[in-house]
């Protein structure tokens, strides 16, 4: 009886089960909770907490005194009182609106011109991107004091140079503009900082095939340029729109936001800490200014969603 030798089986390899995930272990998932549960509740506690409240205050009266139960609640009265018998609130949305139009054309332009210009790599260029973001850097509060020593009608530069006596932040028919000037020199680093990295991020390759078609360098960045930096453009239409409602630190240094600088900002602060202390009556002042932000946000969403559906 002979022998036979069998030949051995190929072993068969065990393929990983199909759509089983690898789970974290517990210290990476308690990282994890951590990192987004504390940021959370943060944003809930500091931003939409205090905005509720401010929304449920807006219908009552309260001068901060006593229990909570001592509130009057007056139902849409102080939003009745601040479009009819409020005399600061319609010169307020002025300055506003003004504010809001000076940024767009002048701080605005400039810094995006600033930019096309730096974004050359010309020589030094690293020195005047610091110098002009400079004054990003430093609060609006500080800025005024800053240009107190231009604007002073003893000591002014200005009027020391021209020998004139001009009350640049007392005079209610000038001091909006000597204001926006000063803002304008703090917000035109941060528009060139933002359209400078927009600039960076442009393929390369766009310019030069515009190059090869013989279009100039105007035609270049109008045409092919700045149509590709549009969620830069939107960025920016959102920082200006903010950064004119907020308007507030520069002028309650001056004057507390009165005698021709009157903004929403300063009128909700003089309510709710100034002399008045009319919590009610500041809330809903806050509610109208956060409302109106809340259109441009929103318009900025959508608009961003809409081209993250396209792609």
Known sequence: ????????QPTKEVAPAQGREKKLPARDRATVITMVVVPLVLVVLLVWVPALLSVVLSFGKWNGFGDLDTIEWVGVQNYEDIFTIYPAFWPAVQHNLIWLGFLFIFPTILGMLLAVILDREMKGSRFYQTAFYMPVVLSLALIGFIWQLFYSRDQGLINQIFNSQVDWYGDPDINLWAVLLA???????????????GLKGVDASLREAAAVDGASEVKTFFHVIFPVMRPINMVVIVIVVIESLRAFDLVWVINKGRNGLEVIGALVA??????ATRYGFGSALAVIMMLISSIFITLYLRTVFREERTR
């Open 183 to 197: 803002t304008a020199w703090r917000h035109t680093g941060y528009i060139m900082l933002i359209y400078l990295a």
């Open 270 to 275: 003089q309510n709710v800490i100034g002399e």
């Open 1 to 8: 009886m002979t022998h036979i030798d069998e030949a051995p």
